[in-house]
């Protein structure tokens, strides 16, 4: 079964404004990671945070994680139309485990 | 580097037919996996494979799929007797080592039976 859950699965914003997408999972992980996929393409691998750590930030990405909760966040600030794409949490065990993704689309 | 590389990018096929699927993983990479994804779907997970060996195939269905990942040469999907559910995208990503941060995916085939 699917490990990883996300939420919302489609989200509309405004360029400039935030956009915050959430991930649940069901059992324990090693790390979570997030992925971008354009339509038509294939995954591009944008963070990783280990199960020890809580937060962490790459440019205008920013990723939480609560493994009490077993939950994580991505949060996309000052969105672009160039960010529109799907974006999936996966986790790992030995073998990655994708979300069903969130569709996100900026509109310009 | 290359990064993964997977062909054709798109295949057709009639029902019926065979659909092989190659991926040729990025340089000292030894770990391949195949993904599917339906379409407005996610990643499923089918097989995990190192050289000459298959070290998961719990996502495989049971009959007419098959991977292998040879001492040389691509890593493989085969399908045969293709079916209209078969018509999907498959993923080959790779990795240097299991369970190693991140694994790097190709840009996928897609398949379209007839």
């Known amino acids: 079964s699917q490990q990883g859950e996300e939420d919302p699965q489609a989200l509309s914003i405004q360029e400039g404004e935030n956009a915050t997408m959430n991930c649940s999972y069901k059992?324990?992980?090693?790390?979570l990671q997030w992925y971008r996929q354009n339509s038509g393409r294939g995954l591009v691998h944008l963070i990783l945070?280990?199960?020890?750590?809580r937060e962490k930030h790459s440019g205008r990405l920013r990723v939480t994680l609560d493994t009490s909760k077993k939950s994580s966040s991505l949060l996309i600030t000052a969105s672009r139309a160039a960010d529109t794409a799907s974006y999936f949490c996966?986790?790992?065990?030995?073998?990655?485990?994708f979300g069903t993704g969130t569709r996100l689309q900026v509109f310009p | 580097n290359a990064g993964v590389m997977q062909n054709p990018r798109h295949l057709v096929r009639r029902r019926g037919q065979e659909a092989r699927l190659r991926c040729s993983p990025m340089?000292?990479?030894?770990?391949v996996y195949w993904y599917r994804q339906l379409p407005e779907e996610g990643l499923k997970f089918m097989v995990y494979?190192?050289?000459?060996?298959?070290?998961?195939e719990s996502g495989m269905p049971k009959e007419r799929f098959s991977a292998e990942f040879p001492k040389e040469g691509p890593s493989i999907l085969r399908i045969q007797q293709v079916v209209r559910g078969d018509s999907a995208a498959y993923f080959c990503?790779?990795?240097?080592?299991?369970?190693?941060?991140?694994?790097?995916f190709g840009e996928g085939s897609w398949l379209t039976v007839v």
């Open positions: 059992t324990s992980i090693n790390n």
């Open positions: 494979l190192q050289k000459e060996n298959i070290i998961d």
């Open positions: 990503a790779s990795s240097p080592l299991a369970g190693e941060n991140t694994i790097y």
């Open positions: 340089k000292g990479h030894s770990h």
């Open positions: 996966a986790t790992d065990t030995d073998k990655l485990i």
């Open positions: 945070i280990r199960s020890n750590e």
